[in-house]
């Protein structure tokens, strides 16, 4: 598919040796704020305490700063000041890490509702039990403030809050309480699904019966969790299961408008669109949701492809089926065929879909896209760099549109929802320092349409749009874009 590009906004180097910048990493609507973890991070109070930050992008990224921001990465006003050398020198600091001691490893993974209100970071502390905090935060304060009580895990070690999930349910800019939803995951075969109000929270899974549990009842199997921006639904994967096989529960809450009354009801279980295709696949290693939580990615790191599902009601039945959306992405593959020369970097990218990300995307002459969004685009991390791919309803195939190159280990993806804004993390680049990247995809297509209403058009960077040169950093063009 031709006619997209990667404008390369900015990057970011960890401080110290080790800090392991990026480890996990959040974008939020319009790619206007950046939120990352560094868990390796260390100061006077211990080693490996962590942290996160946030990096304001909205300098840098010029249209999104717009609240009438064109979302389709066509906004004319986009700062074209900003190079491969520009770094992400505006944040927040100072938050998130208080009161961390030694091996807590905060930064481990973050989460944030969509727009940013709520920040949380997960702490699955080696030394300790392992906690998840939640703050509030007004886009300026660098010191944002805890509002709701901090949850841990059930034993040391055990890993809790290595990965979570944050969701919005009944938000509103003025009131400091409002409600949200967290999912936390674990490295000892558990769970936990939690709900909000009035600052305080509620446990929405079966504590006592272990709903979220490894199917297998194993206690040292890592479990991921996502949920949607508008909450309601949970999607929690046991890549462990069956020998690493992996699987995904897919989950939607019942009585949702009494938080102090829901319950979790399990949808399609057994179904095969949420198990792995062979044993070591490690399906589920990664998941992430559309904002209502109807089209989902989920990531096999071990198996290297990525499966794309849709929920589909039929208006004349209250039933709600699961289905394939397309073929699954695989980096070797095109309309089934094996291709040549087809591995990015050196290496072979079996570790293809240890990372993704997905969204809407806004349609070509869009004005306001917020909600208006037509298509659906993944982005996939690997050790050897990342891709984004874009789906075409016509043909229900999946297209290649970007491709980067690292040479500095795994990549982690974020995208914002609307899917015009990307984050990139590489933990263990530059000595594990870790490099956090920033980019806007272009619509090469859409810009040309204003180019003839008269608009001016921004310049890409798409012939140098990796950070160029250094170690471990991301390096080299996107090639011709391929359909799979």
Avoid at 131 to 148: E, H, M, N, R
Wanted: net charge negative; aromatic share 8%; glycine share 16%.
């Amino acid at each position: 598919m031709e006619g997209y590009s990667l404008l390369h906004v900015a990057s970011k180097v960890g401080e110290q040796k080790n800090e392991s910048l990026g480890t996990s990493i959040v974008i939020t609507v319009q790619g206007k704020y950046l939120l990352s973890g560094s868990p390796g991070y260390s100061s006077g109070g211990g080693d490996e305490i962590g942290k996160g930050e946030v990096f304001n992008l909205m300098p840098l990224m010029g249209a999104a700063s717009s609240e009438n921001n064109n979302n389709n990465g066509t906004e004319a006003a986009l700062n074209t000041t900003a190079t491969s050398t520009t770094l992400l020198t505006e944040r927040f600091v100072d938050m998130l890490f208080t009161n961390s001691t030694s091996g807590d490893r905060c930064g481990a993974a973050v989460a944030s509702d969509p727009f940013g209100r709520r920040l949380a970071i997960g702490c699955p502390s080696t030394t300790g039990l392992g906690y998840v905090k939640v703050f509030g935060w007004d886009f300026t304060s660098s010191s944002p403030k805890q509002v709701l009580p901090t949850l841990y895990g059930k034993e040391i070690g055990d890993g809790f809050g290595v990965n979570i999930a944050l969701g919005y349910r009944n938000a509103s800019l003025n009131n400091e309480n409002d409600d949200r939803t967290l999912a936390i995951g674990s490295n000892a075969g558990y769970a936990q699904l939690w709900g909000s109000k009035d600052g305080v929270w509620y446990r929405l899974d079966d504590e006592d019966g272990g709903l979220l549990n490894h199917p297998e009842g194993k206690e040292g199997g890592e479990v991921t969790v996502s949920l949607p921006g508008k909450g309601g639904k949970l999607y929690v994967g046991y890549p462990s299961f069956d020998n690493d096989r992996g699987m995904v529960r897919s989950f939607i809450e019942l009585g949702k408008t009494d938080i102090t009354n829901v319950s979790l009801t399990e949808r399609f279980e057994g179904n095969s669109f949420l198990q792995g295709n062979r044993q070591g696949d490690r399906f589920g290693a990664d998941i992430d949701t559309d904002a209502a939580g109807q089209f989902v990615a989920i990531g096999a790191g071990g198996g290297g492809y990525v499966r794309a599902i849709s929920l589909y009601a039929d208006a004349t039945s209250e039933e709600v089926e699961i289905r394939n959306v397309g073929n699954e992405i695989r980096p070797d593959s095109n309309d089934g065929e094996e291709e040549s020369n087809i591995s990015i970097g050196s290496s072979s990218m079996s570790d293809f879909g240890s990372s993704v990300a997905t969204g809407r995307v806004p349609y070509r002459g869009c004005k306001i896209c917020n909600f208006e969004l037509n298509g659906r685009r993944v982005a996939v991390g690997s050790s050897a760099g990342f891709r984004v791919y874009q789906y075409v309803e016509d043909e229900s195939r999946w297209y290649q549109i970007a491709e980067q190159v690292s040479d500095g280990g795994m990549v982690e993806v974020s995208m914002s929802p609307d899917t015009v804004y990307l984050g990139v993390g590489t933990p263990n680049a530059e000595d594990g320092r870790g490099v956090l990247d920033a980019y806007k995809i272009l619509d090469q297509e859409a810009m040309k349409m204003k180019m003839k209403k008269g608009e001016s058009m921004p310049s890409s960077t798409g012939s140098d749009s990796g950070r160029g040169g250094g170690k471990g950093g991301l390096t080299k063009p996107a090639r011709p874009n391929q359909a799979i």
